[in-house]
Structures are given as C-alpha cells and as structure tokens.
C-alpha cells in the first residue's frame, strides 16, 4: 500500500472546524489503496477540544506529535486570561471595544508572527520531522492549511526528503478573511507573499476547497495554470446516517448560526427585519453555536434582539449537528467571493431552508441553486422576503450527496496516484 503523509497542525482532541477535511480523508484513504500517517504538534492550546472526533482515528493511524512554541500562552498571560482557556479568532481579531492591551496583542500578532501565529511550530517541527523521515518512508506529503506555517514546514521535508508534495488551501494566505480591516506593515506583506509564492511554486499539486480560491492563485501566479485541483470542503454521510437525528418539538422558530461569526460577515440588517418579524407577533429565536464577533452582537443589542437571541458557545461536533437538524433556519454568511464556508454542506444535508449571505458570491449561489436548498442576498438586503420564499425550496438530496466527504476521498486518491 502507498504511503502519504500529512501534516495538519490541529488535530484531535482539538475541535478546531478545519480538522474536519483532513480527519476524514484520513480515515477513507485506506479505502482507495493509501496508507497515511500523521505529522502534528504536541499539544494545541487555542481551540476547544471535541473528544467524540476521536472515534474517527483508527487504532492503525500513525500520529506523530512535534515540539511546538506556542505563542498563545503568552498571549493569554498578556491578556490576564487563563491559560488553560481556549481562545476563537473572532474574538483575538476584533476591534470592536478593544483595550489597549488586547490592540498591541492584535498589532503583534498582525506583523511579527509571519506567516501566522503558529510561526513556532516551524523550526522544532522540521527538526522532529526529519528524525521521523530517515526513519520511515513516504510516497508522498500533503499540507493543510491555515495555519499556512504547515505548508512551508511541508516545503522544506518536500526539498530535503525529495518526496512530492500537494499543498491543500482550506483559506487564502496573504489576504485571508479575518486580516479585513486591519493593517500590515508593507514589509510584512512582501516577506509574506514571497513565502506563499514559495510554497505553491514548490508544491507539485496545489489543492483549493473552493473554485473562487483556485482562481485568484491561477490569476496571481501564471506558473500554476495547469498544476492545481478543486475539491469542495464537504460533510460526512456517515455522521448523519449513525445519529439518525429525529426533529424535536418546540414553540418558536430557531433561526441557526453555526460556527465562528466574525464582524466583517455581519448581516446587519437581517437583524431588524427579524425583529420587525417578531414585533408583529412571529416567534422567532435566533441561537448562535461558536463565537459571535462583538460588532454583530452590538448590533444585535441596538435593534432590541437581544432577549431573543441565545449563544451556546462551543458544542462538540455530534451535539451541533443535533442543533442543525432540529433548527427550522440555517443562516450561513460568506466573507467575499473566494469563500465557500464549510458549514454550508452539513447545512444542505439537513434539508433546512438555508438563509445565506455572500456580495457576489456565484459560487454559493450556484451550490444552493443545484441542490436548491436555499437563497443567496447580499448584506444589504435584510432578507425580509426569505420566509416567505423558503417554503417553496424542495432540496435534491441526490445532489447534496455529491458532496460527501467519501467521495472526496475518492477524488483525492486519484490526483494522489499520479505522483507514485
């Protein structure tokens, strides 16, 4: 059987969303002829953990766990947060009622930590990489990320190993989404697109989750026209077929937000019209699952929504799949037109009406539309017709289905084999 690598900094019990991709090709891989193994680090400190992914690992699967400098120990010190807390981007990367303390953290973490906070995992996880691999043979390594550090410690096995590589971008590098709004020093930027040029001009196949993303890398760097691929994010068949998920009876519609909700995807108007909705008698509740930026729940506040609105914070994997299902709305908002967000599949599996967000993002528009399971504004629309036209959205499971992780697992093996 072939042999792959995978470096993936976050891996369980970290409940980090991106594992999610990497955890289930990993597991289905077996299947389509590839035996992988893992290279991570040996302890994550900045996400919650989610115990019940473990199941996903089989007793077979090769982990092995680098040093790692983590920054955010200090960060949290700095901050007079427990170290022992996790900590969600949302809240590290907003502006919004920031004290002194908490904007020369974010300045810090913006322009010295290149290319992203996990800058530390770099020099201790090449050193450990290299022990493993004079040791142990690979046919191949494959990098995911962010944090994007993963690809250039990839990189550097990839040209002292001579092994092919496959770079997977989950989220842009240089410009990625939560970097909107905020300002780095011009030095910065260029050590950092020089770094993102390295890798993808160095990675035998670069891999994007989204068509938008592979368009803006084949644009930026002509070199790699003919030297990537596109495999959507997806959700796993398994996880809904094993629960068999029952909808729960209840007095008020639940609007549901599922995952980080930062400031810049803030449907501010939605807001009021879902209180206009309630002012006339509707009863409507809208729950968010992960952590919501403080801008959104300013406005929230603003338009009275407030008493109405529920955050459970972060819940383990099977129990927000529960939320998904029994919510009688998904709201799900796009940073800008590369964006697919991954919760976006698990939505559609659901059959719920799906309420998305996104300016001109045709990507979404076209998945909701091909499996029509839901409608697409832009945010300036406050979606006041959604309720209405949702009811007549009859969802094609069959092409739902096409986004099963499995079958991605299926597409990844066959672009893996042609480097063996």
């Keep these: 059987m072939k042999k792959v690598l995978f470096l993936s900094f976050y891996w369980p019990p970290s409940g980090k969303a991106s594992i999610h991709w990497p955890l289930k090709m990993i597991k289905y891989l077996p299947d389509f002829g590839w035996e992988p193994s893992v290279l991570t680090v040996k302890e ?34 700095f901050l007079g947060k427990d170290t022992n807390t996790s900590l969600a981007t949302p809240e590290a990367m907003s502006k919004t009622n920031a004290t002194l303390k908490q904007k020369l953290a974010l300045w810090i973490r913006l322009n010295l930590f290149i290319p992203d906070a996990r800058a530390g995992w770099y020099l201790p996880g090449v050193a450990d990489a290299k022990k493993l691999l004079k040791n142990e043979k690979f046919d191949l390594i494959i990098s995911n990320g962010p944090p994007h550090t993963t690809h250039l410690l990839a ?34 930027l260029k050590i950092d697109n020089m770094l993102e040029k390295s890798v993808v001009k160095e990675s035998d196949k670069v891999i994007f989750v989204t068509k938008g993303l592979q368009e803006f890398f084949e644009n930026k760097y002509s070199f790699l026209t003919n030297n990537t691929d596109q495999l959507y994010w997806g959700y796993n068949e398994e996880d809904f077929e094993r629960t068999k998920f029952v909808k729960e009876p209840k007095k008020e519609k639940i609007l549901l937000h599922a995952g980080n909700l930062f400031d810049h995807q803030n449907p501010k108007f939605l807001w009021k019209s879902i209180m206009k909705q309630i002012e006339k008698g509707e009863n409507i509740k809208v729950r968010f699952i992960g952590t919501v930026g403080p801008g959104v729940l300013k406005d929230i506040y603003k338009c009275g929504l407030t008493k109405y609105t529920e955050n459970l914070g972060f819940l383990e994997y099977d129990d927000m799949l529960k939320e998904m299902v029994n919510a009688d ?56 017709d959604f309720f209405e036209k949702c009811k007549t959205l009859e969802p094609d499971m069959n092409a739902v289905k096409n986004f099963d992780r499995y079958k991605i697992a299926g597409n990844l093996s066959e672009i893996m084999n042609k480097y063996v």
């Excluded at 919650?48 to 920054?71: H, M, N």
């Excluded at 709305?329 to 697919?340: A, P």
């Design 44 to 77: 994550d400190t900045f996400s919650a953990p989610d115990p019940c992914l473990e199941r996903d690992i089989s007793e077979d699967l090769k982990v092995y766990k680098t040093r790692f400098w983590d920054p955010f120990l200090l960060y949290k010190k």
């Design 155 to 188: 990189k550097k096995l990839k040209k002292h190993f001579n092994i092919p590589l496959i770079s997977v971008f989950i989220d842009p590098w240089v410009d990625i989404s939560y970097y909107k709004g905020h300002k780095r020093s011009r030095l910065v």
């Design 329 to 384: 709305y998904l709201l799900v908002c796009s940073t800008e037109h590369r964006h697919v967000p991954g919760k976006l599949f698990e939505y559609m599996r659901t059959g719920n009406p799906i309420l998305a967000f996104g300016d001109f993002n045709e990507e979404v528009k076209d998945i909701l539309e091909t499996t029509k399971t839901g409608l697409l504004y832009n945010y300036k629309s406050n979606a006041a």
